[in-house]
């Protein structure tokens, strides 16, 4: 029995996701939305700034998924933009 290489499961699951985000931005979308007004609801408000800071680096990681960005923007762009560069890990 031979098993593949760690990364290449790694490119694989990355590919699914990629995926699964391309074909349901509308409702990705949709749930952080909901999340992020349940979140504000919950906190009266106090941190609302960083629950939409937070919803707009989880579009930011999902979109890099596949180098493109053409998910989760307003006005998409046949064939997408690229997306930005990931930001550095915190040190």
């Known amino acids: 029995m031979r098993k593949e290489p760690a990364i290449s499961t790694f490119d694989n699951l990355k590919g699914k996701a990629s995926e699964l ?3 349901n931005s509308d409702k990705i ?4 939305d909901k999340a992020g ?3 504000d609801s919950k906190t009266g408000g106090a941190h609302t ?3 939409a800071t ?3 680096k989880l579009k930011v990681a999902l979109e890099g998924l596949d180098g493109k ?4 923007s307003d006005d ?3 064939g997408g933009t ?3 560069p990931p930001p550095p890990p915190a040190r």
């Not at 979308?29 to 952080?32: D, Q, Y």
């Not at 960005?69 to 989760?72: E, G, K, Q």
């Open 21 to 23: 985000v391309d074909k």
């Open 69 to 72: 960005n053409d998910d989760f």
């Open 82 to 84: 690229p997306a930005p």
């Open 49 to 51: 700034d960083k629950i």
């Open 37 to 39: 007004e349940l979140l």
């Open 54 to 56: 937070g919803k707009d």
């Open 29 to 32: 979308a949709a749930g952080m």
């Open 76 to 78: 998409p762009s046949p």
